[in-house]
């Protein structure tokens, strides 16, 4: 299959998407962007359509995958109620980086719920996302565009580099704004939880309850133990998850000669040859000026920096973003400074555990 390469210019918006629309409403799979990362998406309700993104992507199928649609509004039909918590969180939140699970609605049956009782819906703001959606007049189920086990894709040439030949369209939408996925959170009327962090954070979500006068605890389960057999509420927890093939290790520390002293050790011990580091501008000044000396100096193939902003925005903008680049640099350790879990600081360093973790499954502290 030959994959064509959709790009918008200013206020061609609709002119541009028409095929790719039309393309998903014959149940063909898109891949495009979205303000969290690119997703590849099919019709929500053509389930050979689904089924081929699992094949596409080699996704196991007992994990479900989030149907996104234009406005808060279209959320609704999909679920079986929707109440005063449902309306407030999504009122703030949707458009943006949320996602909301609730039970499904009776006549939700599709491939997309992987045989679950609940359903995961979003409202992407990414502006070509919106009209993508608006224009095929259907929602459109989409997981991360990446293959299964894969960092997901931030930039066109990441989409690209994993689907190039195996979709029909990739839509060209530049940097995705956030570089990690949607905040996820599960309601059943009575619980409410934390499945994923995101660029929303907990305390983005407390806030909301509390100006609502809404009284409920939300429950994190983002960095759960989960023992051989246990059932992870969010299938996709338990899978080996956003990990480049270089090693990634992290770089702990309470101040910046701490870290030093940690980067030297690593990059002394003699068992790596190609390393790349993700770090704080201000490590990277103290890095370069203590070492571009040494030796050992020389085996730094690629510093991807990020400013420590109030809500750790750009260090998780540019996580991915340095797994795809470092590996095509075919680095053999990236190491990645610790962020505080604040803001999209938790989304961080929950995907960068994720990626240190050797072995299939995912455990906390292991
Ligand atoms: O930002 C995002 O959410 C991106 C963009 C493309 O929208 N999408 C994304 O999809 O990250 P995916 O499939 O890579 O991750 C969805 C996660 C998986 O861990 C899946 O198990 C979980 O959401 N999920 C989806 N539906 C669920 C449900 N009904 N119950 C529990 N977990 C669910
Ligand atoms: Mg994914």
């Known amino acids: 299959m030959r994959t064509k390469i959709i790009k918008i210019a200013e206020n061609n918006y609709a002119e541009a998407l028409s095929e790719p629309a039309k393309a998903l409403r014959e149940g063909k799979i898109v891949a495009f962007p979205t303000e969290t990362v690119y997703g590849l998406g099919a019709a929500w309700n053509n389930?050979?359509?689904?089924?081929?993104?699992?094949?596409?992507?080699?996704?196991?199928?007992?994990?479900?995958?989030?149907?996104?649609?234009?406005?808060?509004?279209?959320?609704?039909?999909?679920?079986?109620f929707w109440d005063r918590l449902a309306e407030a969180l999504t009122k703030d939140f949707c458009p943006g980086p949320f996602t909301l699970i609730m039970p499904k609605a009776d006549h939700v049956k599709s491939p997309v719920t992987a045989g679950l009782s609940t359903i995961g819906?979003?409202?992407?703001?990414?502006?070509?996302?919106?009209?993508?959606?608006?224009?095929?007049?259907?929602?459109?189920?989409?997981?991360?565009?990446?293959?299964?086990?894969?960092?997901?894709?931030?930039?066109?040439?990441?989409?690209?580099?994993?689907?190039?030949?195996?979709?029909?369209?990739?839509?060209?939408?530049?940097?995705?704004?956030?570089g990690v996925e949607s905040t996820i959170v599960s309601w059943d009327g009575e619980v409410l939880k934390l499945l994923r962090p995101g660029a929303i954070s907990e305390a983005d979500i407390k806030a909301v309850l509390d100006r609502n006068s809404i009284d409920v605890e939300l429950i994190d389960k983002t960095g759960k133990l989960l023992s051989e057999d246990e059932k992870p509420e969010a299938p996709?927890?338990?899978?080996?998850?956003?990990a480049p093939k270089a090693e990634v290790n992290i770089i702990t520390g309470s101040n910046v000669e701490e870290k030093l002293d940690y980067i030297n050790k690593i990059?002394?011990?003699?068992?790596?040859?190609?390393?790349?580091?993700?770090?704080?501008?201000?490590?990277?000044?103290?890095?370069?000026?203590?070492?571009?000396?040494?030796?050992?100096?020389?085996?730094?193939?690629?510093?991807?920096?990020?400013?420590?902003?109030?809500?750790?925005?750009?260090?998780?903008?540019?996580?991915?973003?340095?797994?795809?680049?470092?590996?095509?640099?075919?680095?053999?350790?990236?190491?990645?400074?610790?962020?505080?879990?604040?803001?999209?600081?938790?989304a961080f360093m929950n995907r960068l555990r994720k990626a240190s973790v050797k072995g299939d499954l995912w455990h906390e502290n292991k």
Do not use: W
């Not at 996704?59 to 079986?80: C, G, S, W």
């Not at 050992?296 to 690629?302: A, D, M």
């Open 267 to 346: 990059i002394t011990n003699g068992n790596f040859d190609r390393i790349g580091l993700l770090i704080s501008e201000t490590l990277a000044a103290c890095f370069r000026s203590e070492f571009s000396n040494n030796e050992e100096y020389n085996l730094i193939k690629n510093m991807v920096t990020f400013r420590k902003d109030e809500r750790n925005q750009e260090a998780a903008h540019n996580l991915f973003k340095s797994f795809r680049i470092m590996d095509r640099e075919n680095l053999d350790l990236i190491l990645v400074e610790a962020v505080d879990e604040i803001g999209s600081g938790k």
């Open 121 to 178: 819906i979003r409202v992407p703001s990414n502006k070509i996302a919106r009209e993508l959606i608006s224009l095929t007049n259907v929602g459109i189920a989409a997981p991360s565009a990446n293959l299964s086990g894969k960092p997901s894709p931030t930039t066109l040439e990441d989409c690209v580099e994993d689907l190039e030949g195996k979709v029909e369209y990739i839509i060209d939408g530049g940097d995705c704004e956030f």
């Open 47 to 80: 389930a050979e359509a689904v089924y081929n993104i699992f094949k596409t992507k080699g996704r196991p199928q007992d994990n479900p995958l989030i149907v996104h649609v234009a406005k808060q509004e279209d959320m609704k039909t999909y679920f079986a």
């Open 236 to 242: 996709g927890m338990k899978y080996r998850h956003y």
